[in-house]
């Protein structure tokens, strides 16, 4: 089946920072989204994008379906930021996750 | 509105006893999804329901492991008998045509 790569598994930034969170896929996908798990276990969708880009706030997304790779930018990070965020593929399958903490 | 409801939030039992888990989908959802989600990793896809049909449950370990969904609302995800190695948090999921929404989970813990 098709493989989902994420990057980097752990990140830790201080507040205020910007991250890139990388998302690899082996196959071409018809449907892409990222979700975040807060530190409570609520997985809350971010974005639907299998291509192109998005904005909401202070993050975007960018998925090049042709190279087979997403990323999810986070500008001027914030503490509820922490948590981990999932690339998710075509029949719900989901990638390992990043683990963010953004520390005060 | 209102979201993807589970219950109970947590259960604690005795390894080789019966459990189940009831997940109230959002109205009007046809696509509803149990996962099981271990520490540390991401949720794994046990079974998907496009209404009253499964159509995917290629991952459900049906030896132990029983789902339903009735009249294509709520569903029930059913573990007889429970091992330790099931330890783990049930996620319900519905989504009704790409977007999915996922409810606060169950936390089962087997001793």
């Known amino acids: 089946g098709i493989q989902v790569e994420q990057s980097p598994p752990d990140l830790i930034l201080q507040e205020g920072a910007n991250s890139t969170l990388r998302c690899n896929f082996s196959d071409s996908v018809n449907n892409l989204q990222w979700f975040h798990q807060n530190p409570w276990g609520q997985l809350i969708n971010l974005f639907y994008?299998?291509?192109g880009t998005k904005q909401n706030g202070r993050l975007s997304a960018t998925t090049v379906a042709t190279e087979r790779y997403s990323l999810l930018y986070i500008s001027s990070s914030q503490t509820t930021d922490s948590g981990v965020y999932f690339c998710?593929?075509?029949?719900?399958?989901f990638g390992a996750g990043t683990r963010l903490t953004v520390k005060p | 509105e209102a979201g993807v409801v589970q219950s109970p939030r947590y259960k604690i039992i005795e390894k080789k006893q019966p459990v189940a888990f009831w997940c109230n989908p959002i109205?009007?959802?046809?696509?509803l999804y149990w996962y099981r989600q271990n520490l540390g990793q991401g949720p794994e896809l046990l079974i998907r329901?496009?209404?009253?049909?499964?159509?995917?449950d290629s991952q459900l370990p049906k030896d132990r492991f029983s789902a339903e969904r009735l009249k294509g609302v709520d569903s029930t995800l059913k573990i007889q008998p429970a091992e330790l190695g099931d330890s783990a948090v049930y996620l319900c999921?519905?989504?009704?045509?790409?977007?999915?929404?996922f409810g606060q989970g169950t936390r089962l813990t087997v001793v």
């Open positions: 998710e593929i075509n029949d719900m399958r």
């Open positions: 109205s009007g959802h046809n696509t």
């Open positions: 994008i299998p291509s």
């Open positions: 999921a519905s989504s009704y045509d790409r977007d999915a929404f």
């Open positions: 329901y496009e209404n009253e049909e499964a159509v995917d």
